[in-house]
Nanobody
């Protein structure tokens, strides 16, 4: 599985961004995809994860109520829609995929395949 990310960039606080993760090698509906981020002040942490076959989804506390996940099967892409962004959301965001159905969608070691990352910068 190969993942290519896009969609990061700069946004003012309170704004929104959508991150894309394009998969090749497997159809997204057969994947679990997690989203993680690494900020200047924290080690890489979980944002959200979804089993794109059965729709099972988990959000971390930082994402709950602000971020959503979607997919486009025709494009073989998954998306992280981020709303109400604040300065603390600044960081490098990664998507990751697993072809194995693990329970914990927010654990980094669930995922064997990682995207290259995309930078999100939120100005205060």
């Amino acid at each position: 599985v190969h993942l290519v990310q896009s969609g990061g960039g700069w946004v003012q606080a309170g704004g929104s961004l959508r991150l894309s993760c394009a998969a090749s090698g497997r159809t997204v509906s057969t994947l679990m995809v997690g989203w993680f981020r690494q900020t200047p002040v924290k080690a890489r942490e979980a944002v959200a994860g979804r089993h794109h076959g059965n729709g099972r989804t988990q959000f971390s506390d930082l994402a709950e109520g602000r971020f959503t996940i979607s997919q486009d099967n025709a494009r073989n892409e998954v998306y992280l829609e981020m709303n109400k962004l604040n300065y603390e959301d600044t960081g490098m965001y990664y998507c990751a995929a697993s072809t194995t159905d693990w329970t914990n969608l927010l654990a980094q070691n669930t995922y064997a395949y990682w995207g290259q990352g995309t930078q999100v910068t939120v100005s205060s």
